[in-house]
């Protein structure tokens, strides 16, 4: 009996770590790039998914990644040239083609 649990648990363990557990995303924000020419296409630039927190309890994680990944795409944004019309953007998870 004890190696059937010993099999269960370790079985279970190694289920569980395969998972994606979508639902731990919370927080996490990915910068996204794209242009006219690229039409709906997203290009991956960025995930931001620090476990840091700006120190306030009504700010928790997903403010500090939001935040950066705002400020990436302003920087990113700033060094374009105009006639290129490329875009940045954030979108909170983590990157989905």
């Known amino acids: 009996m004890k190696v059937k649990t010993i099999a269960l648990a370790v079985l279970?363990?190694?289920l569980l770590s395969a998972?994606?557990?979508?639902?731990m995303d919370d927080g996490i924000y990915t910068l996204y790039r794209g242009n006219a020419m690229t039409g709906n296409l997203r290009i991956h630039v960025a995930?931001?998914?620090s476990a840091e927190s700006m120190g306030e309890v009504t700010?928790?994680?997903m403010s500090?990644?939001?935040m950066n990944c705002v400020r990436a795409a302003k920087?990113?944004?700033?060094?374009?040239v105009a006639a290129?019309?490329?875009r940045y953007?954030?979108?909170?998870g983590r990157y989905k083609k």
């Open 19 to 23: 998972c994606n557990l979508g639902w």
């Open 59 to 61: 700010q928790g994680r």
């Open 89 to 92: 953007w954030c979108e909170m």
């Open 47 to 49: 995930t931001f998914d």
């Open 84 to 86: 290129v019309g490329t």
């Open 12 to 14: 279970a363990s190694a």
């Open 75 to 80: 920087l990113f944004q700033e060094q374009q």
């Open 64 to 66: 500090y990644n939001h």
